[in-house]
T-cell receptor, first 116, second 116 residues
Framework: QQQVKQSPQSLIVQKGGISIINCAYE??????FPWYQQFPGKGPALLIA?????SEKKEGRFTISFNKSAKQFSLHIMDSQPGDSATYFC???????????????FGQGTILTVHP | EAQVTQNPRYLITVTGKKLTVTCSQN?????MSWYRQDPGLGLRQIYY???????DKGDVPEGYKVSRKEKRNFPLILESPSPNQTSLYFC???????????????FGPGTRLLVL
C-alpha cells in the first residue's frame, strides 16, 4: 500500500517559472516531511523538510507548503533554473512522537526538466 | 569531509550466493538506513537502525538482513540473493539537530546490484 502519493510523475518548466510538486499521505502518525533532490548517477540529497505544526517553510528558492487537514504537502521551486533539473522525492516519517526515528516512506518521484 | 561510503559500487552475482554490501559513515550519526531504488517505484526503505544494536524493518525487508555492531557501520546482507533483488541500493545516515526534529542526512553513492 502506497502511503505517500506524489504527482506529477514528470514536469517540464521554462527557466524562471515555478515548479510545483505535490504529495498526499494517509498516515496521521507521520510527523516529519522531507524532500529530496537526486541528480542522475548520484544518491538523493536532503533538500528541505517540514513538521506538521508549520504551514510553510522557505529556504532560498525552495518552499514547502503543508496542509495538515488535507494531508497534503507540496514543494515549490521559484525562479526554476536548468540546474534544478533532477528527480524530486517527497517522504514522510512516522516519528513515534517526534523524539525518535521511525520508518521513512517515499513518494514515487517527479522528474523535473527546466528548459533554458 | 562528511561522507557515507558504500562498497562495492557495482556487483554482479548469481542466485543464492551470499553477499554483503558495506556502509560506513564518519559523522557519528545515530540513525542509519538502507534503501532500494527501482524504476517507477521510487525509493523504498529496507531496514533502519536507530543506534548500535537497535534495528527495525522498513517497507521491504524480506530477503535482507542487517546488523549494527558499531555506530559507524551498517552492512546489508543478502543471504540468498534472487533476481528480484536486482536494484540500486543506497545507504544513508542522519542525526537530529538541537530542535529535536530537523535532520542532517547524507546518502551514499549507491551500489548497483545485478543478480543473475
Amino acid at each position: 500500500q502506497q502511503q505517500v502519493k506524489q504527482s506529477p510523475q514528470s514536469l517540464i518548466v521554462q527557466k524562471g517559472g515555478i515548479s510545483i510538486i505535490n504529495c498526499a499521505y494517509e498516515n496521521t502518525a507521520f510527523d516529519y516531511f522531507p524532500w529530496y533532490q537526486q541528480f542522475p548517477g548520484k544518491g538523493p540529497a536532503l533538500l528541505i523538510a517540514i513538521r506538521p505544526d508549520v504551514s510553510e517553510k522557505k529556504e532560498g528558492r525552495f518552499t514547502i507548503s503543508f496542509n495538515k487537514s488535507a494531508k497534503q504537502f507540496s514543494l515549490h521551486i521559484m525562479d526554476s533554473q536548468p540546474g534544478d533539473s533532477a528527480t524530486y522525492f517527497c517522504a514522510a516519517r512516522d516519528g513515534a512522537g517526534g523524539t525518535s526515528y521511525g520508518k521513512l516512506t517515499f513518494g514515487q518521484g517527479t522528474i523535473l526538466t527546466v528548459h533554458p | 569531509e562528511a561522507q557515507v561510503t558504500q562498497n562495492p559500487r557495482y556487483l554482479i552475482t548469481v542466485t543464492g550466493k551470499k553477499l554483503t554490501v558495506t556502509c560506513s559513515q564518519n559523522m557519528n550519526h545515530e540513525y542509519m538506513s538502507w534503501y532500494r531504488q527501482d524504476p517507477g517505484l521510487g525509493l523504498r526503505q529496507i531496514y533502519y537502525s536507530m543506534n548500535v544494536e537497535v534495528t527495525d524493518k522498513g517497507d521491504v525487508p524480506e530477503g535482507y538482513k542487517v546488523s549494527r555492531k558499531e555506530k559507524r557501520n551498517f552492512p546489508l546482507i543478502l543471504e540468498s540473493p534472487s533476481p528480484n533483488q536486482t536494484s540500486l541500493y543506497f545507504c544513508a545516515s542522519s542525526s537530529k539537530g538541537l530542535a529535536g526534529w530537523e535532520e542532517t542526512q547524507y546518502f551514499g553513492p549507491g551500489t548497483r546490484l545485478l543478480v543473475l
